[in-house]
């Protein structure tokens, strides 16, 4: 028979139909294999950069702002679509319409699996703030952009807001060499992230893991 390309296999040997994607389809630890090996920027980044590692570190900026446990679960989770549907730079994906719609209706789905429920305006602006934020850190620190230029796809331009709204906190912490976020997590935290830190994939593999059952399965149910 002739394989259909509209599904595909999981991690964890989960075939998922991309058009018709279901509940019993997500798997957490699945989410956390993909986003810990899938590269920003298509990879022209000064380093290995991943959507894993980008999670992490907006869940810091979260944690670092003070918000609550709903918020920083979606600033981890916010590209858990991606496990399903890749990342799609934004240059591409103002092309490609149909990508969000599917996007949109995957992300739906996981968020309704994980007990959190879909984000609410209010939610989606400031995740989408954080989000935006942590982009132009990583595009500061890895990329060749002037990021004082940079118009983002919603037109707004968070290089001077995110800065105010943060009290400069972001900026000045985050440092995006290899293996600083140790200093930026709790001592439990950077042990997870030290037993594997030789393993770039694995290392942000384990401390999504650990992120989420310590904080968020409470919150969201235990998918694990």
Do not use: W
């Not at 022209?44 to 609550?68: C, K, L, N």
């Not at 401390?207 to 989420?212: A, D, G, P, R």
Request: with cysteine.
């Amino acid at each position: 028979m002739k394989k259909d390309f509209a599904t595909f296999l999981t991690y964890s040997g989960i075939e998922v139909d991309i058009q018709n994607v279901k509940e019993e389809d997500i798997n957490v630890n699945d989410i956390f294999h993909s986003l810990s090996l899938i590269n920003r920027f298509c990879g022209h980044s000064t380093r290995p950069f991943s959507v894993g590692e980008h999670s992490v570190y907006s869940y810091i900026i979260a944690d670092m702002m003070g918000y609550g446990k709903r918020i920083k679960a979606y600033a981890l989770l916010h590209d858990a679509s991606e496990s399903v549907v890749g990342d799609m730079p934004t240059y591409v994906k103002q092309f490609v319409p149909l990508y969000k719609e599917i996007e949109n209706k995957v992300e739906h789905v996981i968020f309704s699996k994980l007990g959190l429920g879909d984000m609410t305006d209010s939610e989606k602006r400031i995740v989408k703030s954080i989000d935006n934020s942590m982009m132009l850190l990583e595009m500061r620190d890895l990329t060749q952009h002037d990021i004082t230029k940079i118009d983002l796809i919603d037109r707004e331009n968070f290089y001077d807001s995110f800065s105010n709204n943060y009290n400069g906190k972001v900026k000045d912490l985050i440092d995006l060499e290899f293996g600083m976020i140790t200093d930026l997590l709790p001592k439990e935290y950077s042990h997870t992230f030290l037993k594997y830190k030789d393993n770039y994939p694995l290392a942000y593999e384990k401390l999504m893991k650990h992120i989420y059952k310590n904080e968020f399965s409470n919150l969201t149910g235990d998918q694990s």
